[in-house]
């Protein structure tokens, strides 16, 4: 149990354009999604926390305009990278936390994104 | 100073040995620890989650929590090349908090 799903897996854009990245829980229902970013050899950078129905809390320093998420239901998750530049390219992570015995975060397996 | 510290390692070791993977922390309100394992350019993967102080055993691995001094390990017995991998400490001072993660210590199973 506890399956976090993402997609793509890999996705390369050329600058200007925006990008969507799934992520849903397969075998729960997540009343909490988590948007993390990885750059190479370094920890997680958590960007946003979003409840069901509920607009997302961006973490200090992250662009809400930029990084637009929505988690319209309880098993689906979104973020759209807007107008996406090379200093964007990175590696995106979705965490995912339920009820009862899903009350931790389980991780997706990741999106890397690379913007020409 | 980072709420949760974690030397970033590599840390190498033979196969068989016994690893020792720990963290500091400074918020006295953290209440849920948790250990996750990362292969590179993969997702992380939950591997132990604790509440409070005391020790919690899994198969080869095992999680210590000393809340009395703030330090959190983890332990793997028979270390297997497989094991080889990025492991993330986190804290957070209770279930429906964000976890404050470590910055990861690079682990490196030696055949």
């Known amino acids: 149990g506890a399956v976090v799903s993402q997609h793509p897996s890999r996705v390369i854009c050329k600058s200007g354009t925006s990008v969507k990245i799934e992520c849903r829980s397969l075998d729960f229902q997540a009343t909490t999604m988590f948007w993390y970013r990885q750059f190479p050899k370094q920890s997680l950078m958590l960007m946003a926390t979003s409840n069901e129905g509920s607009k997302a809390t961006y973490e200090q320093g992250v662009e809400k305009d930029k990084f637009l998420i929505n988690h319209a239901s309880l098993t689906l998750s979104t973020l759209t990278v807007t107008s996406a530049h090379p200093e964007d390219s990175s590696f995106y992570i979705c965490?995912?936390?339920?009820?009862?015995?899903?009350?931790?975060?389980?991780f997706g397996p990741g999106t890397r994104l690379t913007v020409l | 100073q980072k709420e949760v510290e974690q030397d970033p390692g590599p840390l190498s070791v033979p196969e068989g040995a016994i690893v020792s993977l720990n963290c500091t922390y400074s918020n006295s309100a953290f209440q849920y620890f948790m250990w996750y394992r990362q292969y590179s350019r993969k997702g992380p993967e939950l591997l132990m989650y604790?509440?409070?102080?005391g020790n919690k055993e899994d198969g080869r691995f095992t999680a210590q929590v000393d809340k009395s001094s703030k330090y959190i390990s983890l332990f793997i017995r028979d270390s297997q090349p497989s094991d080889s991998a990025t492991y993330l400490c986190?804290?957070?001072?209770?279930?429906?908090?964000?976890?404050?993660f470590g910055s990861g210590t690079r682990l490196l199973v030696r055949p």
């Open positions: 965490s995912a936390r339920g009820r009862g015995s899903y009350n931790e975060q389980f």
């Open positions: 986190a804290a957070s001072p209770g279930s429906s908090y964000k976890l404050i």
């Open positions: 604790t509440y409070s102080s």
